[in-house]
């Protein structure tokens, strides 16, 4: 989907969308001291994270969780191209779409 961007929902969900709007996101080092973080530029202090294996943005919290939860290595894209996120504290899981909304997935080599 190269016309489609890593984008907030209104209802907080993280999915690729071809809208214009909330898909800038601010790359900080990762929130738990390891990896990288992403931070909505429309909505500061909030950040790309992970619970029940879905991806939201939440507002930044500063429990232990929440900042494995927010933090993804950068690797080689496992499609050949591109990059991967694999999250930092369910390391056997990658940031991916299924159904347009973001997911923390095993690789199954799709």
Known sequence: ???HF????????VAISNSESDNLWIVRDGLVGKG???????????FICHRNYEGWV???????LYCYDSSFHVEAGLAGNG??????????RFLRHSGFNL??????GS
């Open 6 to 13: 890593v984008s907030r929902l209104p209802d907080g969900r």
């Open 83 to 92: 990059i991967s996120l694999r999250s930092v504290n369910i390391p056997q």
């Open 58 to 64: 939440d507002s930044r919290l500063y429990s232990e």
């Open 103 to 108: 997911w923390i997935h095993s690789r199954d």
């Open 1 to 3: 989907f190269p016309s």
């Open 36 to 46: 990288f973080s992403f931070e909505s530029v429309s909505k500061p202090g909030s």
